[in-house]
């Protein structure tokens, strides 16, 4: 029995040591990313399904925590939502960030990257794409009339919105049917459908930044810009049909000379 019993106590202080150092493997300085499954994985900043890979991303706490994003500026703007919820992360706690390649999908660690921010449509509303192939990255900036970025210049370009609008479409209709904003606020649209049709809807007036991608049942999405051009003959226009489903106001600049003459 003291045969076995000295036996024992080795294999006891290796089980612990072992789980001791596990926690420090799992955010090691080399982590992996972690794989993203669409229509089940949730971006932990806007809570929408992370169904685009094109435009994922991702972050590793040094403790191992893996927190997935639909896009890589919400992986950004997650730090504001943590410290306003108190939820106990930031920056200095990440060993990792990683994101997609826009062509083949596969992961790259941010230090490696070249990011582009073009006149696209992204499931955000950031323009903002990533690249493996720098030279990629420099053509898809000429051909979208982009610019060249680091992954520290990202952090520059969120700034908070001052109106965050909720749109719903229903049979062709949208409610509310007026956004009303200020001139040069800052705006996120959210836009989703209340019934089984598929829509591709623009700003007339703001197409070159306010185009959403494809909306339907459960997959809400987001546009964000700036609105610099005031005015009330802005509308939600659904580009299938050419059918107006709202209208988007912009008031203030030049916008209450407009409104006397009504």
Same mark, same amino acid.
């Not at 925590?65 to 730090?79: H, L, S, T, W």
């Not at 800052?186 to 089984?196: F, K, L, W």
């Not at 580009?239 to 988007?248: C, N, W």
């Given at each position: 029995?003291?045969?076995?019993?000295?036996?024992?106590?080795? &294999? !006891?202080?290796?089980?612990?040591?072992?789980?001791?150092?596990?926690?420090?493997?799992?955010?090691?300085?080399?982590?992996?990313?972690?794989?993203? @499954?669409?229509?089940?994985?949730?971006?932990?900043?806007?809570?929408? &399904?992370?169904?685009?890979?094109?435009?994922?991303?991702?972050?590793?706490?040094?403790?191992?925590?893996?927190?997935?994003?639909?896009?890589?500026?919400?992986?950004?703007?997650?730090?504001?939502?943590?410290? #306003?919820?108190?939820? !106990?992360?930031?920056?200095?706690?990440?060993?990792?960030?990683?994101?997609?390649?826009?062509? %083949?999908?596969?992961?790259?660690?941010?230090?490696?990257?070249?990011?582009?921010?073009?006149?696209?449509?992204?499931?955000?509303?950031?323009?903002?794409?990533?690249?493996?192939?720098?030279?990629?990255?420099?053509?898809?900036?000429?051909?979208?009339?982009?610019?060249?970025? #680091?992954?520290? +210049?990202?952090?520059?370009?969120?700034?908070?919105?001052?109106?965050?609008?909720?749109?719903?479409?229903?049979?062709? #209709?949208? *409610?509310?049917?007026?956004?009303?904003?200020?001139?040069? =606020?800052?705006?996120?649209?959210?836009?989703?459908?209340?019934?089984?049709?598929? @829509?591709? $809807?623009?700003?007339?007036? @703001?197409?070159?930044?306010?185009?959403? %991608?494809?909306?339907?049942?459960?997959?809400?999405?987001? $546009?964000?810009?700036?609105? +610099?051009?005031? !005015?009330?003959?802005?509308? *939600?226009?659904?580009? =299938?049909?050419?059918?107006?489903?709202?209208?988007?106001?912009?008031?203030?600049?030049?916008?209450?000379?407009?409104?006397? #003459?009504?």
């Amino acid at each position: 029995m003291g045969n076995v019993a000295k036996h024992i106590r080795p &294999l !006891g202080i290796l089980l612990v040591l072992f789980f001791l150092v596990l926690p420090g493997c799992r955010g090691s300085k080399n982590p992996e990313p972690v794989d993203i @499954y669409p229509e089940e994985d949730v971006c932990e900043t806007c809570r929408m &399904l992370i169904t685009d890979q094109r435009f994922a991303a991702e972050f590793i706490t040094k403790k191992g925590k893996v927190k997935k994003f639909d896009d890589p500026i919400c992986m950004i703007r997650y730090f504001d939502l943590s410290r #306003k919820l108190h939820l !106990g992360i930031t920056p200095d706690d990440v060993v990792a960030y990683f994101v997609k390649d826009y062509y %083949d999908k596969t992961w790259i660690n941010v230090k490696k990257a070249t990011f582009v921010r073009a006149n696209i449509v992204t499931v955000m509303g950031f323009g903002v794409a990533c690249f493996r192939d720098r030279g990629k990255a420099v053509a898809f900036a000429k051909e979208h009339n982009g610019t060249i970025l #680091k992954f520290d +210049d990202l952090w520059g370009l969120y700034k908070e919105a001052n109106v965050v609008a909720r749109i719903v479409i229903k049979n062709g #209709k949208m *409610f509310p049917h007026v956004v009303e904003v200020q001139f040069n =606020d800052i705006v996120e649209v959210v836009a989703e459908t209340a019934d089984n049709k598929i @829509y591709h $809807i623009t700003i007339k007036g @703001y197409e070159d930044v306010a185009t959403f %991608d494809e909306i339907k049942r459960g997959h809400p999405r987001q $546009i964000r810009f700036t609105a +610099d051009r005031p !005015g009330k003959d802005f509308a *939600f226009i659904d580009m =299938d049909t050419g059918k107006v489903l709202g209208k988007f106001w912009v008031k203030g600049g030049h916008f209450k000379e407009e409104e006397k #003459k009504l």
